[in-house]
Nanobody
């Protein structure tokens, strides 16, 4: 069982920046992928960015060149630096951890971008 605690959401004006953090604890397997997903009101949850423990990243086309995912394996923490935020980035952002045993989700942190 892996527990995830997110922080860093908030309200920001369009063009601004936010940094999300997610700390994992519990039974963390050596080979794993962590990532960020988001869900806007009335829409399905979508992948924003993922990163393997080895550092391989993957981004949604809508956030490429604006968001950067990174992780500190010593702290079992993943970060999402979000720059040039747009109103369409508004939503609940969820941290995800997955390994060969399954997947865990954080409680979510709200990001609101005003125009």
């Amino acid at each position: 069982q892996v527990q995830l605690v997110e922080s860093g959401g908030g309200l920001v004006q369009a063009g601004g920046s936010l940094r999300l953090s997610c700390a994992a604890s519990g039974s963390i397997f050596r080979i794993n992928t962590m990532g960020w997903y988001r869900q806007a009101p009335g829409k399905q949850r979508e992948s924003v960015a993922t990163i393997t423990r080895a550092g391989t990243t993957n981004y949604a086309d809508s956030v490429k060149d604006r968001f950067t995912i990174s992780r500190d394996n010593a702290k079992n923490t993943v970060y999402l630096q979000m720059n040039s935020l747009k109103p369409e980035d508004t939503g609940e952002y969820y941290c995800n951890y997955r390994d060969y045993l399954g997947s865990s989700w954080g409680q979510g942190t709200q990001v609101t971008v005003s125009s």
